[in-house]
């Protein structure tokens, strides 16, 4: 019997990449300052009825149902329902600008397809309380320096950045009201993928057509980027970004920069989007808490895909998903089994991963199995003399040593 | 609007303490060249009652649903039915003994009461593939080394160890078959918390009396327990573990060793508990895979409340919590934002987790913030000479500084 379709098992070497995934997600969130916060896994549906417009996407793929309680309650399909629930809960006692993220999972009844699963991973960042430019530019650059820790070049990625002011000024110029600015960000969002026929006459309320649209876009928007555009080149990470005004992502809420990250080879979906939502707190929470907001998602499906596609990616995820054995005891003299328990708790207790054979086995066998787990030390406590020895597996030396010399003989082998 | 009843919000503090315990899991279990693994948060319903009997509290407190494809699903209330359909599926490719572990969320409708809640974390770890004592003292070796991980020693908890088969080799010398024997061993296990009366009743039909089940287990049998506690002596363990043949737990499919970990005041409820299950797996995989396993828990929860109440663990906790700022940079002149946003990046390249004020602000209040941070060192950019100089918090000693001199003069704060 297997998983339910689109839920994955992680056997220990997926789980290794998983592990590793999210703990380049932790470092390099914690090196700029961000601190983990995370909800629970089941929410109250309300929550995110209350963001999302009804017929909204997420809304039908919602994993919704009644519990024993008779509330009707949801698997988290994202995440910002429940910062934005959270942050005006308790806002008070923090310091603003709050720099949080999170690795949680998420839940939605997607239909099957490359990149998209039912239950996925994903990173999470936002920058609450600070409306500046600058807090834009930190934002990217956490995107940016993210993709770089999984050794992603300015030649695999680029961050596209657009921005839903300069957009919303547009289409007022244009003499759009508000409900026609989100049908033609609608459509906008549609031009890579619908035919300018179906997109122009669904235009046809807002006096625009897809012309009108790409040639906004072709004429860009540079004043709107040039702060952040600044504080990402005093960084450095200037080649990672491209203005593009043909991003708009889909969500109503956006109020400023918004941005997606995608492969330079344009095979994979978005690895990362999002933007800001200056307004959205205040609604969520009812008015409880005011407070401007960027943020974004990276989810953990196309990353992987596009780490698999990267040679110097993948050579990163593997050296650091090898076995971390680090000290094998080989029991040559079986009945010296109590005294090897003695010397591998030992090896525990001065921190060395350390492993042996629970069962007798033929002495070739440990050693073999002392490889395959990927050890650098063997203890070898045996019949001949000297009784217990030290040997490096990789130069085969040999020392005799005594319990004492335990820490002193051991080498911590190199984190990776 | 708070989370649902049983549900954790973990801002960054209870986050911060939640990746402890989850960090320190992981820490012990590596040490012991256990492997992780993890699977769905959700799954077919069928999964568990497959494994547990009609009427089971487990299955009256799952989160049992149907989704959009109509298939019964249900939030995973435990990991060992998932771990056997994963065995089953693919334990050719794996060495035996198989030592696994995995750190999960688990989901069950449980009554609101202390050390309880809905969802949870839990630790688990199963040897599967060895059936000696070896393999049982490894496990008890790990469950008493997590324990001694949060500063816990022997004057805090105790594991209490029992046998499952010494109990069914006296309830077969009294007689009972199958079904007389399960009724036996579920009174045994509420010796501690209902009436002998109505225990006496419930026995009836076994032909046994509570005063024989207590008989039995003052009388102790210690030949059942004589290899394990050999091998956990000769680890130098003996001082946590504590034969005691009172436990039972309520589980059907033990068959050897099964213990639980308690407090030594007993104030609270079982910290962590498991036992050796080797016909479980046969059985939740049709006969697919048939291998000997034993396996425990260890949650959240109740550890939690522990740690709060043994200094020696609060101040573990405590100690790996504080926040990680490393570098705060000073922006004196606002002038030279830039040129920080430069050292910024500079030393987040060179792994320094690294913060600075997105808005201009007094100097003052930027070497506060430093400080909330926790951080140890400043680089302050500024309108005097030296331009740019690398402070030490504590020491409050400067030096001048240029940016090629960054990765010299910065320290790494400790690890912890």
């Known amino acids: ?51 999302n417009e009804e017929g909204a996407e997420i809304l039908d793929q919602l994993y919704s149902f009644r519990d024993r309680g008779d509330r009707e309650v949801a698997l988290r399909p994202e995440m910002t329902p429940t910062l934005a629930r959270m942050v005006a809960a308790r806002e008070r006692n923090y310091r603003k600008p709050m720099k ?66 300069a957009w919303m000024d547009f289409l007022a110029s244009q003499g759009c009201d508000e409900v026609q600015s989100r049908l033609a960000l609608a459509c906008a969002d549609k031009l890579e993928r619908e035919p300018a026929e179906s997109l122009n006459a669904k235009l046809a309320p807002t006096g625009l057509t897809v012309e009108a649209l790409k040639s906004f876009i072709a004429a860009g928007s540079p004043s ?70 960027i943020g974004f998602g990276m989810g953990d499906v196309v990353l992987g895909h596009l780490i698999d596609e990267t040679p110097a990616a993948s050579a990163l995820l593997e050296a650091a998903t090898t076995p971390a054995c680090e000290v094998y005891v080989v029991i040559a003299d079986e009945a010296r089994r109590n005294e090897a328990l003695g010397i591998v ?48 597996l990789s130069t085969r030396q040999e020392e005799a040593i005594d319990n004492s010399m335990l820490a002193r003989c051991l080498k911590k082998t190199e984190q990776s």
Chains 1, 2 share one sequence.
């Open 100 to 165: 949080w993220f999170c690795v949680s999972n998420f839940f939605r009844h997607e239909r099957q397809q490359k990149g998209r699963l039912r239950e996925f991973l994903q990173f999470n960042a936002d920058i609450i309380g600070d409306a500046t430019p600058q807090a834009d530019a930190e934002t990217l650059a956490l995107a940016i320096d993210l993709m770089r820790a999984f050794g992603f070049s300015a030649e695999d990625f680029v961050v596209r950045l657009s921005d839903r002011k």
């Open 345 to 392: 708790q030992a090896a525990r207790d001065l921190g060395f991963a350390t492993d042996f054979s629970l069962k007798p086995a033929k002495v070739g066998r440990q050693f073999q199995d002392a490889e395959l787990l990927g050890a650098r030390q063997a203890i070898v406590v045996g019949q001949e003399w000297p009784l217990v020895k030290l040997k490096n």
């Open 1 to 51: 019997m297997p998983a339910l379709p689109g839920f994955r098992d992680f056997y220990p070497e997926e789980c290794a990449r998983r592990n590793y995934v999210v703990s380049t997600w932790r470092k390099v969130a914690t090196k700029y300052g961000f601190v983990e916060f995370d909800g629970p896994t089941l929410e109250s549906t309300d929550l995110y009825r209350k963001k």
């Open 224 to 293: 709107a980027f040039e702060s952040v555009l600044s504080a990402l080149a005093a960084r450095g990470l200037s080649d990672f970004v491209q203005p593009d005004l043909s991003i708009v992502r889909g969500l109503a809420y956006y109020t400023g920069v918004v941005f997606e990250v995608f492969d330079r080879s344009k095979n994979l979906r978005a690895l990362a989007g999002g933007g800001r939502y200056d307004g959205l707190i205040a609604g969520l929470s009812d008015g409880a808490s005011d407070l401007p907001a």
